[in-house]
């Protein structure tokens, strides 16, 4: 049996949220409990791009497509992590480059941010150059363990470019103890619709 590597943030209401923001991190309530003689039932209240996430054009896009349009054939499959933990502030083309990366791959970048349960303001992200770059490769599928695939870009040029170029953008995967290397990349995003994003479970399948 493969190995398995589960690369999902935990969903807790201690978790890391988008600049520490308090209305950002998600609420758990007990609503019913054993002791008032009911079934235990929890109420839980999350953004949607808490933790693991998939964004959809919406998300960047006035009238980009919503979630439900991405099919799970996008999101199943051969991936490749790529090391970048060597990169500071940002990820170029030419620190892409040197991994000869293909039209229709799916691609994981390996940053710092995966050896920090805390939100890093100054986080790795994917500059603007590095998401035309892969765009114009044609890749299926960029995903990353920061938060967000951008920061400190006017107009947010990273997930417009990705985004008008059908490629699919994952957040805040966890990589710390992945390998760089080729795996089967599973992400199931929650079966939602008309909205811009889902939490979703993901992993990795590898030798």
């Known amino acids: 049996m493969p190995k398995i590597y589960d690369i999902s943030m935990t969903i807790e209401e201690s978790m890391q949220v988008w600049k520490s923001y308090e209305h950002k991190k998600p609420s758990i309530t007990n609503v019913q409990n054993h002791d008032e003689g009911k079934p235990h039932e929890s109420l839980l ?14 998300h960047m896009l006035a009238g980009g497509e919503t979630i439900e349009t991405i099919p799970l054939e996008r999101l199943v499959g051969p991936a490749r992590v790529l090391d970048l933990t060597h990169a500071k502030d940002f990820i170029t083309k030419d620190d892409l480059v040197p991994f000869a990366i293909q039209k229709g791959e799916r ?11 805390d939100f890093l303001l100054d986080f790795v992200f ?13 890749v299926g599928l960029v995903a990353t363990d920061a938060l967000g695939i951008e920061r400190a870009q006017a107009e947010y040029p990273t997930h417009r470019t990705l985004m008008r170029n059908d490629v699919i953008i994952v957040e805040g ?15 199931a995003p929650l079966k939602l619709t008309g909205i811009d994003g889902a939490p979703a479970r993901a992993f990795l399948l590898g030798d």
């Not at 994981?108 to 941010?113: N, P, Q």
């Not at 994917?126 to 044609?138: F, H, M, N, S, V």
């Not at 995967?173 to 992400?187: E, F, H, M, Q, W």
């Open 45 to 58: 209240t999350l953004n949607t791009h808490t933790g693991t996430h998939v964004d959809a054009p919406l």
């Open 107 to 117: 691609v994981i970048l390996k940053t710092s941010s995966s050896f920090s349960e």
């Open 126 to 138: 994917l500059r603007e150059d590095g998401a035309k770059y892969l765009a114009d490769i044609g």
């Open 173 to 187: 995967l966890r990589l710390k103890d992945v390998p760089a290397g080729n795996y089967t990349l599973v992400i």
